[in-house]
């Protein structure tokens, strides 16, 4: 899994939403100190209320009540200066609370409705988030891979002077080296397989794809190795020139050198 740890940005960033919502009103009496049912059941309460209810929910750590209670700020009281502000914190919360699917599904709603606002940028980038968290093993399906990296992406690309846009950049770089493993994953089977060119095809790719990632050096070798098995060995001193070029010394031009003398020692 592709997994640097939690980052605390979306906590830091959140903060201030948190903090900026004192100027909507004064602090409010929490509603309700029952059981979650009691919390959620459908109670008419005044908007500060129910608002200051769902952020004492999130301070002590309680996420999944706490988005339902933002969600029921907007259910309650969807005109209300506050109702927006709940939207994006439902998005919050469950991020939190690792329901990163109705996380992404709350920020888009938000942007939907409010595409202007001046909190879109980390609606977006909660978003990003959200697929990110969920990036699986290599060996799986990338489908979440991808779409993360479409959402960072657009983080990127709408909003390229933000913190948000800076912490997308680093998250993108480490997406495109999961992207590019799993193409050397499935490359190593086809090798494994005896089907040279399907490998091929799959390390041409990391080459033309993911050529600044950490793979880079290793499809190179492939790309080496696949074209000797396939008989082309001029193609193979090719890929071997270009490994050595621009990864000197690295461990795998080491063995794409002694491929190549192993295999062709007159070339």
């Not at 907007?74 to 209300?80: D, F, I, L, V, W």
């Not at 939907?112 to 968290?133: F, M, R, T």
């Not at 950049?169 to 190593?188: C, F, P, Q, S, T």
């Not at 950490?214 to 890929?239: C, D, I, Q």
Request: net charge negative; charged share 20%; with cysteine.
């Amino acid at each position: 899994m592709i997994k640097t740890s939690r980052t605390s940005r979306p906590l830091i960033l959140a903060s201030s939403l948190l903090a900026s919502t004192m100027l909507l009103g004064g602090c409010a009496s929490l509603g309700g100190g029952g059981g979650d049912g009691a919390d959620t059941a459908y109670i008419a309460r005044d908007v500060e209320t129910l608002y200051f209810s769902a952020k004492d929910r999130l301070d002590r750590g309680n996420a999944p009540l706490a988005a339902a209670l933002f969600d029921e700020v907007e259910r309650q009281h969807p005109y209300s200066p506050w109702a927006r502000r709940a939207q994006l914190m439902s998005a919050f919360s469950y991020y939190v609370g690792r329901d990163y699917n109705k996380s992404i599904a709350s920020a888009q709603r938000f942007l939907s409705i409010h595409p202007g606002n001046k909190d879109a940028p980390y609606a977006y980038y909660l978003i990003g988030l959200s697929y990110y968290e969920q990036i699986s093993d290599v060996t799986r399906d990338q489908k979440i891979t991808e779409q993360a990296l479409a959402a960072l992406t657009e983080v990127n690309r709408r909003f390229p002077t933000t913190e948000y846009a800076a912490d997308a950049r680093l998250k993108l770089d480490l997406v495109n080296d999961h992207l590019a493993g799993k193409e050397m994953e499935i490359g190593r089977y086809y090798q494994r397989s005896g089907r040279w060119l399907a490998a091929q095809i799959r390390f041409q790719n990391v080459i033309d794809t993911y050529q600044t990632t950490s793979h880079a050096p290793e499809a190179l070798y492939r790309l080496t190795e696949s074209s000797l098995a396939l008989g082309v060995p001029a193609e193979a001193n090719k890929y071997a020139a270009v490994l050595g070029a621009n990864y000197p010394g690295n461990e795998w031009y080491e063995k794409a050198y002694e491929l190549i003398q192993d295999e062709s020692p007159d070339a």
